[in-house]
């Protein structure tokens, strides 16, 4: 026969105040992601992509050709970037023309997920430069 331990409300309260401030917390940028972690933003991206995707195309708004175009789904790099306490994942696709686009999604944390609150669309310069100036980072 198990024992039950009670434990007293303000006890509870403390430690679920405690665990819930440590999981919802932001990362310091020096700590390495864990799997889990890296797992759900990469599903968090991939997320993104297939609620945007529409009969197999990834439709964006091209402001030069004032049109909707889509976009090819390909595949995702495996590499996460950390900016401060944000991430840049990066996914390449086919223009209709069947030329390579690059896309940077950029993610902050949300409860226990994440969510994609940028896209940057063939701009990898930025990124890139970002990285030149130390701002951007790769993910431990």
């Known amino acids: 026969m198990s024992r039950v331990r009670i434990v007293s409300r303000p006890a509870l309260l403390a430690a679920t105040l405690v665990l819930g401030a440590s999981l919802l917390a932001p990362l310091s940028p020096a700590r390495a992601l864990s799997l889990s972690e890296k797992t759900a933003?990469?599903?968090?991206?991939?997320?993104?992509v297939?609620?945007?995707?529409v009969e197999g195309g990834y439709l964006f708004f091209d402001r030069e050709a004032q049109a909707v175009n889509s976009l090819a789904p390909v595949a995702a790099h495996p590499m996460i970037?950390?900016?401060g306490e944000h991430y840049i994942?990066?996914?390449d696709f086919l223009?209709?023309?069947?030329e390579?686009?690059?896309?940077d999604y950029y993610l902050a944390r949300k409860g226990d997920g994440f969510v994609v609150f940028h896209e940057a669309?063939?701009?990898?310069?930025v990124v890139r430069?970002?990285?030149?100036?130390?701002k951007v980072k790769p993910a431990e």
């Open 41 to 48: 933003l990469q599903a968090a991206m991939q997320q993104h």
């Open 100 to 103: 390579k686009v690059e896309l």
């Open 121 to 125: 669309i063939a701009q990898r310069d």
């Open 50 to 53: 297939d609620r945007q995707t």
């Open 129 to 134: 430069a970002m990285m030149q100036a130390g």
């Open 95 to 98: 223009d209709q023309a069947g």
């Open 89 to 91: 994942l990066c996914f």
């Open 81 to 83: 970037l950390t900016m």
